[in-house]
């Protein structure tokens, strides 16, 4: 639990892929698996949410398989994912255009917390 809230929460996305790429942890149970954005487009009109799903799924897996999967984790989790999207629309220059992507961040973010 402490190596999966680590990851979640104390290191930079980039940071984080960056020991998914090394697999880093697997010898302590971590599921590293990831389908991406599910359904949804990794990137939608441009915006790279692609880190922010993987970092995602990694906290939906790990936590189920750890059983502490509540409502109350759940909500922590989501709001990470969120988190991770707007670090990354902070990277747009154009005001507008980060306007815009966290408005789509916000989506993703709703779709989560309904779906799951």
């Known amino acids: 639990q402490k190596a999966t809230d680590h990851y979640l929460f ?3 996305i980039d940071q984080f892929i960056a020991a998914r790429n090394a697999q880093d942890g697997t010898s ?13 487009p990794d990137d939608p009109f441009g915006f790279d949410f692609l880190k922010a799903c993987t970092r995602h799924d990694f906290g939906y897996r790990n936590y ?18 969120r988190n991770d999207m707007y670090t990354q629309c902070a990277k747009e ?4 255009t980060r306007d815009a992507c966290e408005n789509v961040a916000a989506l993703y973010y709703s779709s989560v917390k309904i779906f799951g």
Do not use: P, Y
């Open 10 to 12: 104390n290191v930079t």
């Open 28 to 40: 302590m149970g971590l599921n590293w698996t990831s389908n991406g954005c599910s359904v949804a």
């Open 64 to 81: 189920k398989q750890q059983r502490r999967c509540e409502s109350a984790h759940k909500k922590v989790l989501d709001l990470n994912f």
């Open 93 to 96: 220059r154009d005001e507008r």
